[in-house]
């Protein structure tokens, strides 16, 4: 004899799957309010925040790509491995 109780149990026909989870995985990281504007003005600061992050992120994964945005471009203050 066979159990359900050590295998899902079948969907009954007719009822509808579950919904999808409110905040579905992603791929990508965003981090806000890290920096000042002033370490991402200077060009050698800049690149050792880029590589800094790279590093630290990197040791939880695979980073495809550090995008941290420039005063003149979007504001600054937001960063994000991907």
Not at 60 to 69: A, D, F, M, S, T
Request: net charge negative; charged share 30%.
């Amino acid at each position: 004899s066979s159990s359900l109780s050590a295998r899902a149990r079948p969907r009954p026909r007719g009822a509808a799957a579950p919904p999808p989870p409110s905040n579905p995985p992603s791929r990508v990281l965003s981090l806000n309010d890290m920096l000042d504007v002033e370490d991402l003005r200077d060009d050698v600061e800049y690149g050792e925040i880029t590589e800094d992050m790279r590093e630290e992120c990197g040791k939880h994964g695979v980073v495809l790509e550090v995008r941290i945005p420039r005063p003149a471009a979007a504001g600054g203050g937001e960063i994000g491995p991907r």
